[in-house]
């Protein structure tokens, strides 16, 4: 599979094999990247709401994106992608726990997703429309010992592609490309249908210096209507832009097709070198011993607004888990009245 002289070739695996991650390294193109392949994983995610499919397809996007970055992750840590915007579907949240723990969650307004989907060509609205207008934050959280990295992007009626690339434009400069698709699978007999979701990521990382340029901002004072010069792309990365340009949706979801058979039909003049692949793991990092040192930071007026008939009952947005305490495990006894107490 691959052409570099210090590494076995072999032919690409025809075995597809869903919920992996498989990164790999283009050497004649020096542009790295990852493939996600999404089945089950994806399904166990969509499965604790019941979504519409308009926003099955938008949070599986979120999630190949989020599976894409977070696994990049060199540490122990979490990877989190949230929206907040103007859009039918105003909230996204994707929270990926290295090495492979994955949850998601979406809020929609249902009247706005109805006429939304009604009035688009064949019901299906494009990400952009069900997002609308906002921001998107990428967040990285390796624990106390260690500061959040937080980027933040706006979104202005684009997708999660768009998103991506601007990110990467603005807070990496590294020259980057990512693709996402989203495919609802029907099968003959079946009482229900399943998802699927396939994404790739390229970036060009040469080993030279100074083919990558630096993003030159806007100097704010030109004229209205100077056209600015635009940096010269290098050869190598137009080449992988361009091939990355012919991939369609259908080759990122196909069950039939690996992770390695399409690489190879990108990359095979090039010579393609996979490494292992990563498992990804639809799991909820929710637990009664959280849910308890959350209830713990509120202030005690704050947690005796939440009792209803002496308790109180938390509910994970994510896996849809209820966590029930007695009033008194979380507020404490009550207080004595301070006229009451002796001097």
């Given at each position: ?5 210090d590494?076995?070739?072999r ?17 004649g ?9 999404l ?14 499919p ?9 999630v190949?994106?989020?599976?894409l970055l ?7 840590g ?51 429309a ?26 202005e009626?684009g997708?999660?592609e ?11 400069q590294?020259?980057t490309r ?5 495919a609802e ?28 340029r ?6 704010g004072d ?9 940096p010269?792309?290098d050869?190598?990365?137009l ?13 990122l ?7 390695e ?19 990804v793991v639809?799991k ?45 495990e979380?507020?404490?006894p009550?207080?004595p009245d301070?006229?009451?107490?002796p001097?």
């Amino acid at each position: 599979m691959t052409t570099h002289p210090d590494t076995h070739s072999r032919s690409p695996a025809a075995l597809a094999v869903d919920d992996l991650v498989t990164p790999f390294h283009v050497d004649g193109l020096d542009v790295r990247g990852r493939v996600v392949r999404l089945g089950t994983t994806l399904d166990a995610v969509l499965a604790h709401h019941a979504y519409p499919p308009a926003v099955k397809r938008l949070l599986g996007e979120a999630v190949a994106l989020t599976v894409l970055l977070g696994s990049t992750l060199k540490i122990s840590g979490r990877f989190i992608l949230q929206t907040r915007t103007d859009g039918p579907v105003d909230l996204l949240v994707v929270d990926f726990t290295a090495p492979q723990d994955v949850r998601a969650y979406a809020r929609f307004d249902a009247e706005r997703l109805a006429a939304l989907v009604d009035a688009a060509p064949g019901g299906r609205p494009d990400s952009g429309a069900l997002l609308g207008r906002g921001h998107l934050a990428m967040t990285i959280d390796q624990g106390l010992s260690v500061n959040r990295y937080q980027g933040v992007v706006a979104l202005e009626g684009g997708g999660l592609e768009d998103a991506a690339h601007q990110y990467f434009t603005q807070s990496e400069q590294i020259p980057t490309r990512v693709r996402l698709a989203v495919a609802e699978e029907l099968r003959s007999g079946a009482a229900t249908s399943s998802w699927r979701a396939g994404g790739m990521m390229v970036q060009f990382l040469p080993t030279e210096g100074g083919r990558v340029r630096p993003v030159d901002l806007h100097p704010g004072d030109a004229p209205e209507g100077t056209e600015l010069p635009e940096p010269a792309e290098d050869d190598a990365w137009l080449e992988a832009r361009s091939l990355i340009g012919t991939l369609e949706d259908i080759e990122l979801v196909d069950d039939d097709l690996s992770s390695e058979r399409l690489l190879f039909r990108l990359f095979h003049d090039r010579g393609v070198r996979v490494f292992e692949a990563e498992k990804v793991v639809a799991k909820c990092s929710c637990s009664r011993e959280r849910v308890t040192g959350v209830l713990a930071s509120f202030s005690r007026e704050e947690r005796e607004s939440l009792i209803e008939d002496g308790k109180i009952t938390v509910t994970c947005e994510f896996c849809g888990r209820s966590y029930g305490f007695e009033a008194t495990e979380v507020v404490g006894p009550e207080e004595p009245d301070a006229e009451a107490t002796p001097g």
